[in-house]
């Protein structure tokens, strides 16, 4: 198959059912390898009844809730954050919806256009305080982008005062697991510099990850969040590496 433009590793391998691992594994490539409009890459053979190969399905809008399903088990069954479905559906911290309530899913990641997610209002200020922080510490790029996307998938990078149980902030650290205090949490640069350095009781941050270099950026954010799985943050890799090539540009 040929590489389109924009695409990512991630993308190439989601889009023919693929896992990143198998796919890299196929093609001989690395964690850390680029691909380039015009590429051609191995992908396993389509069914024989197949006319074309399978594209990914639109991502559920809608979800009608299921006796005893709890909200988090919703958002991870579709791979979303809690605190964004939360948002989504002007919920507040411990809501418990009925049986057969509908709850609007947060959006998909992925225009149909391949368009990125523009950065603006809240969430361009809160984009640009992480940045702030990631140059202060002097963070590869790489570490930027894992911090948008893992800030993206969490809190659908707005700084909010609620999410499942004591989480808040733009990363939904928790107090209760020695991230820091709720006041320090809300502070987006003081939440930064936690996702980047790690807890005041604890928790490791990105830069204090072994190996976080060599990880995908799903599995780098995974590894600090653990809040969602790392194919949840992996998914707005393309929005994060565009919006730190603006953010580097300031």
């Not at 507040?92 to 225009?111: D, K, Q, Y």
């Not at 990631?134 to 993206?152: C, F, K, N, T, Y």
Request: glycine content about 10%; hydrophobic content about 45%; proline content about 6%.
């Amino acid at each position: 198959m040929a590489v389109e433009a924009g695409d990512t590793v991630g993308d190439v391998a989601a889009r023919y059912g693929l896992s990143t691992a198998s796919f890299i594994a196929l093609n001989g490539l690395s964690w850390r390898s680029t691909v380039t409009e015009g590429d051609r890459l191995l992908v396993r053979a389509a069914p024989r009844h197949a006319v074309t190969a399978p594209q990914p399905a639109a991502p559920a809008r809608i979800h009608r809730v299921k006796p005893g399903q709890t909200l988090a088990a919703v958002a991870a069954e579709h791979g979303v954050g809690v605190a964004a479905l939360l948002l989504a559906n002007g919920l507040s911290r411990g809501a418990a919806p009925m049986p057969g309530t509908e709850l609007t899913l947060p959006g998909p990641a992925r225009r149909p256009t391949g368009d990125t997610l523009p950065l603006d209002g809240d969430m361009r200020a809160n984009a640009e305080a992480i940045a702030l922080v990631a140059r202060a510490l002097d963070v590869p790029e790489d570490g930027l982008v894992i911090a948008l996307a893992a800030a993206m998938q969490d809190s659908s990078l707005r700084n909010l005062d609620f999410g499942e149980d004591d989480a808040v902030g733009l990363f939904q650290q928790r107090p209760s697991e020695g991230w820091g205090t709720a006041p320090v949490l809300l502070d987006p640069r003081r939440a930064a510099l936690a996702f980047f350095r790690g807890g005041e009781r604890g928790p490791a941050g990105l830069l204090g990850t072994l190996g976080w270099e060599l990880m995908g950026v799903g599995e780098a954010a995974h590894a600090v969040q653990r809040l969602s799985t790392a194919a949840a943050y992996a998914k707005w890799e393309r929005c994060a590496r565009v919006w730190a090539a603006q953010l580097s540009r300031r």
